[in-house]
């Protein structure tokens, strides 16, 4: 991957605040919207999301899952040129308390604010997603396959 390539996939990480969560329902995708925080080296991305939700019922089930950050649509002729990332990855519950949650909510709310009335509710909890692997598709002709290193080395962009 080029630099300019790496540089644009770090952007746009850093630049989005929800992305797509593809989970297995009855063994088929199911995808919804999440906001998303990240680790500075893209080695972890963590969500907020309420038990009750079908997606954090199914990452119970089967901690596969797949998160998928996009350009914002701004509206060219040809979407198919917009930047995106989908990473694979493995999902784990984190407990409140846990070491490192603390630190966690402060980022999370830094972020998104207006979220502090949900951390008052039992049923919401943190989930980290650990990269295992994905794709990049930087633009028209420019596919690139990424690993979890991939990703550590584009944070340093």
């Avoid at 991957?1 to 630049?15: F, H, N, P």
Wanted: one cysteine or more; aromatic letters at 10%.
């Amino acid at each position: 991957m080029d630099a300019q390539s790496e540089k644009v996939l770090a952007q746009l990480i850093r630049g989005a605040r929800v992305a797509s969560l593809g989970t297995l329902r009855d063994e088929a995708p199911q995808v919804s919207m999440t906001a998303f925080i990240h680790n500075e080296d893209f080695s972890a991305f963590y969500i907020f999301v309420s038990r009750l939700a079908q997606h954090t019922v199914d990452m119970q089930k089967d901690n596969r899952v797949s998160l998928m950050i996009c350009e914002t649509d701004d509206g060219r002729d040809d979407p198919q040129t917009l930047a995106r990332v989908s990473i694979r990855g493995k999902a784990e519950m984190i407990q409140n308390g846990e070491p490192g949650y603390t630190p966690l909510k402060q980022q999370y709310l830094a972020r998104f604010p207006e979220s502090t009335q949900l951390f008052k509710l039992a049923d919401f909890g943190f989930w980290r997603i650990t990269p295992r692997g994905g794709r990049y598709v930087a633009g028209f002709a420019k596919a690139f396959n990424i690993t979890a290193e991939t990703l550590q080395k584009v944070s340093q962009r």
